[in-house]
């Protein structure tokens, strides 16, 4: 999608202005169908700086995820341009990957198709 959906840029504002992440959405983006939780791009950053800063080889990249001092809220677009998920993962035919769920970053351009609430599967 060139234009991003209005209905989901709205979803994203939301989870942003309201810093919530209860909000389950499944995206279709080219190559990849990611189901999971939406969070706030803050706490999104911050979990993956946690992660990168836990890893001895990574360590010096949770600096580029850790917000600078100057960073506050009038610095952020008015349209969020992203959805963040946290305890997401990618359905390839029977299987989510990974199965504790991982960070992804989508750019809302990208999304073609998606719905409300996650996609999981059972063995029954």
Do not use: C
């Amino acid at each position: 999608m060139s234009h991003p959906d209005d209905l989901l840029v709205g979803i994203a504002a939301l989870v942003e202005s309201e810093h919530n992440s209860r909000m389950s959405l499944t995206v279709v983006v080219p190559g990849a169908v990611i189901t999971g939780q939406l969070a706030p791009e803050a706490l999104w950053k911050q979990r993956v700086a946690e992660v990168l800063r836990d890893s001895e080889q990574l360590r010096s990249f949770a600096a580029v995820f850790a917000p600078s001092r100057d960073e506050d809220e009038s610095a952020r677009p008015a349209r969020p341009t992203h959805l963040h998920f946290h305890v997401a993962r990618i359905l390839q035919g029977s299987y989510g990957i990974p199965d504790t769920g991982g960070m992804y970053r989508v750019a809302l351009a990208d999304v073609s198709a998606w719905t409300v609430g996650n996609i999981s599967y059972s063995d029954q």
